[in-house]
């Protein structure tokens, strides 16, 4: 992240717009072409768009829908996560919303097989959002649920919009297709699984160091995470000498460059990166305003 605030903006916004670019050619493309209801708002939004036609003979804009339904979302997100957060989320949504409208549907025909459409639209998408968090940002929507709970909990909630996601394809596949469902929570099912793989945000990692320099890993880790730890006292039992264990937690993504460090620092240190599921007090988080 650049340290100049115009550059960083400038940077922050590139990716906002390269997210909406993806997520508006991604539903004129895979998710047209597989007849597919996306995840979250954006599978609402065209949910209620084709309910609206079909039934009612009313054509409502896609960007028209997306926008009222993020109103209330947004309006919490504000006030549990922060301000410029969610003003970025917001032009995330219209961005979206309205290049998804004006965007010619060039490639409807990108590929005929619904399959496909469901795996690679997902995965798609959830580079879209990746772009987004990297921004310090959200797509919108649920996610703007998810990042609330995270921020919040200190939990990962992405499965638990998963399995909300699927409640909702149930009725989509009661009102029009079953097939059609079924393909949408492969597409869903798609874009979970590259969120947990390629995202590491709102993962935590346990790390034990076995080092004979405590206090100087310890400074370490905190000038470039923010996170405490622990010193425990012990000895190698196979040479005998004294060793200081340090046992700190620290964000899944913080894990690499950290290891990093701390070898050039102590080539001898003894590092045990553990995953963990849950954490319960006080865990320090990087503002993102």
């Avoid at 580079?127 to 200190?154: R, W």
Wanted: aromatic share 12%; with cysteine.
């Amino acid at each position: 992240m650049h340290s100049n605030p115009v550059l960083q903006g400038a940077w922050r916004f590139s990716l906002i717009v390269l997210g909406a670019a993806l997520t508006a050619f991604n539903i004129n493309t895979f998710v047209r072409a597989g007849e597919l209801f996306p995840a979250g708002f954006v599978g609402v939004s065209l949910l209620l768009q084709e309910v609206f036609s079909r039934f009612f003979g009313i054509e409502i804009p896609y960007s028209v829908l997306l926008i009222a339904l993020n109103i209330v979302p947004a309006a919490i997100c504000f006030r549990v996560v922060g301000k410029k957060f969610t003003l970025l989320s917001i032009i995330m949504v219209v961005l979206s919303g309205l290049m998804t409208d004006f965007m010619p549907e060039l490639f409807v025909d990108f590929t005929l097989d619904p399959l496909l459409s469901a795996v690679f639209g997902g995965i798609l998408h959830a580079v879209a959002v990746i772009l987004c968090l990297h921004a310090g940002a959200t797509a919108g929507g649920t996610d703007f649920i998810a990042i609330a709970v995270s921020e919040k909990f200190n939990k990962d909630s992405w499965n638990y919009i998963f399995l909300g996601n699927c409640a909702l394809l149930i009725l989509a596949g009661a009102l029009f297709s079953l097939d059609r469902a079924l393909y949408s929570i492969i597409f869903q099912f798609a874009m979970t699984a590259a969120l947990n793989t390629l995202y590491k945000g709102y993962q935590q990692r346990t790390m034990l160091i076995v080092t004979s320099r405590p206090r100087e890993v310890y400074d370490l880790i905190h000038a470039k995470t923010g996170h405490g730890a622990t010193a425990i006292t012990g000895a190698g039992l196979y040479g005998g000498a004294e060793r200081t264990v340090l046992y700190s937690v620290v964000s899944a993504n913080e894990v690499t460059p950290l290891i990093r460090a701390i070898r050039a620092l102590d080539p001898d240190a003894f590092i045990n990166a553990i995953k963990t599921e849950q954490i319960n007090g006080k865990f320090y988080r990087k503002p993102k305003d």
